[in-house]
């Protein structure tokens, strides 16, 4: 640390020990003060202070904490005497690099003492503020997730409905048999429901059938495929979930085992119509 780094933390420190005294010694004059004796009350009382100070002190438990803002506390300064002489030493240095003036009642760091005083006034008052705006943002996002919470369990719950009634509009008169539809790859990609199915060319969609079926399960269908060399494992297609992309916004879905993609939207429809007979 510079000369002048040593002599701006001194600075600093004398006026951590003037506030000290200051809430202990009241006088007409700073120097007035200084120079005058202590009472025994006044005496007592700097010692709990001290004491109650010297054990925060002991609580701390790596040298950097102690020696930190150049160890502002000194268990030294036992008494009020003490105190004031580590003060005047302070200042003495202080006047010769001409930070202080003894004939101005040292005005200089008084005035810097109110400053601060005054500043960390302004800071309280905009930390509170501060404080209360964080306070009325989080009340605002748990609301925002609350709602947002509930309004998931409402959608799905309705998806849920509307599977169950779609699927008991659309049962076959004669029971629950399981309904198929079955199409050329080529008219899908033409519809626009079938956008790739990876290493088929699109010349060979004319070969490929794609069929889908529904299951016992309400809202799931099974897909597959077939073309000579080329066969789709059946895919299981869970309509809430086609719901959810479409509801997220997200326009195709790709069917990793078998390379076919999908226009999610366009799936929807096809099955809603065919399965569900919703236009």
Do not use: W
């Not at 009472?39 to 001290?50: D, S």
């Not at 930070?99 to 601060?116: G, H, M, R, W």
């Amino acid at each position: 640390m510079s000369d002048e780094s040593n002599i701006q933390a001194m600075f600093s420190k004398t006026k951590y020990l003037i506030v000290d005294l200051l809430k202990i010694q009241r006088g007409e004059t700073f120097a007035a003060i200084l120079h005058t004796p202590a009472n025994t009350q006044q005496q007592e009382l700097y010692k709990a202070i001290h004491s109650r100070r010297l054990a925060a002190e002991n609580e701390k438990t790596s040298e950097e904490e102690k020696n930190s803002k150049m160890a502002l506390f000194d268990p030294n300064d036992t008494s009020i005497e003490k105190l004031k002489e580590h003060i005047l030493k302070n200042l003495h240095i202080l006047e010769q690099h001409k930070l202080v003036t003894p004939t101005e009642d040292y005005q200089e760091i008084l005035t810097s003492i109110a400053k601060d005083i005054c500043n960390q006034r302004k800071y309280r008052q905009r930390r509170k503020q501060d404080l209360k705006k964080i306070g009325e943002t989080v009340e605002r996002m748990n609301k925002k997730k609350k709602y947002y919470g509930e309004a998931v369990t409402y959608y799905q719950e309705y998806v849920k409905a509307c599977v169950n009634n779609l699927s008991k509009g659309g049962k076959s008169k004669k029971g629950d048999r399981r309904k198929t539809a079955k199409y050329s790859a080529q008219k899908l990609y033409e519809k626009g429901i079938l956008v790739e199915i990876e290493k088929v060319p699109v010349s060979s969609f004319k070969a490929v059938t794609i069929e889908f079926a529904s299951t016992d399960q309400v809202g799931i269908f099974e897909v597959s495929g077939r073309l000579s060399g080329f066969n789709i494992d059946k895919i299981n297609v869970v309509f809430e979930n086609l719901l959810q992309l479409q509801y997220e916004g997200v326009s195709t879905l790709k069917f990793e085992d078998s390379g076919v993609v999908v226009n999610v939207n366009l799936l929807i429809f096809l099955l809603n119509k065919k399965f569900y007979g919703v236009e």
